[in-house]
C-alpha cells in the first residue's frame, strides 16, 4: 500500500509537469514521459485497484485502432523504423490512462494542472508579444520573417499551442473571474487577446 501510494504521488507530480516540459523542450518532454510510464508501472504492479482502468470502453477502442495500424503498417510499408513508430503510439494510451488515474482520484488534480498549464500560456503570450514588438523574446530567440517561434526557438508551433491550449484553459480563466462583476468584459479580452496572439504568429493553419 506505502509503495503504490508513493507510486501514485509522482505520478501525480509527473503529470502536473506535463505543461512545463511542453515548453521545456522534446528532449525534458520525452524523459517526463518516460518517467510516467515508469512511475505507472510501479503503480499497477503493487496496487490492483488501479488496473480497473484499463477496463473502459475508451481503451479498447484504442488498443484496437492501435492495433490496426500496426497491421497496416506491416501490410503497407513494412519498414522498421515505421513499424517502431507505430508501435510507440502505445505510450499515448499509457499517458491517457495516467491521466485518467490521476484526474479521477481527485477533481482537484485536473483543475490543479489546468491551472499550471493557464499560467504557461500567459507566459507565452506575453513571450510571443515581446518577440513581436521588440524582434526577440525573452530568451533571446529573434523571430524569423514576419513569424514568431516564442520560447520553442526554431520550431513554428506557438501559434498552434496557443490555440489548442488556450480552448483548454479558458474555463480556468472564467473560474477565477466568476465572482467579478465584469465578468463578461474579461472573457471578451481574454478571447480577443488569444485571437491576436495566433495571427500575429503568422501560422495560417493556427489560425482557421
Known sequence: ???????????????FM??????LGSVIL????????LSFSFLIIFN????VFFKSDWVYVGLIIYFFQIVSTLV???YLDSLIRSMSFIKFIILAVCLD?????NKKNLENFLKILFVVLVFILIDSSIQYYFGKNLLGYPG???RLTSIFNNEYIVGSFISKVGFLVTPIFLKIFIKQKYLNFALMIWLIYLSYSVLITGER????
Open 30 to 37: 520525452n524523459i517526463n514521459l518516460i518517467l510516467i510510464l
Open 1 to 15: 500500500m506505502y509503495n503504490s501510494l508513493i507510486a501514485f504521488k509522482i505520478l501525480r507530480y509527473l503529470i
Open 101 to 105: 488515474i490521476v484526474f479521477c482520484e
Open 205 to 208: 493553419m493556427a489560425s482557421i
Open 144 to 146: 524569423d520573417d514576419g
Open 18 to 23: 506535463i505543461p512545463i516540459s511542453l515548453v
Open 48 to 51: 490492483k485497484d488501479s488496473r
Open 76 to 78: 503497407n510499408e513494412f
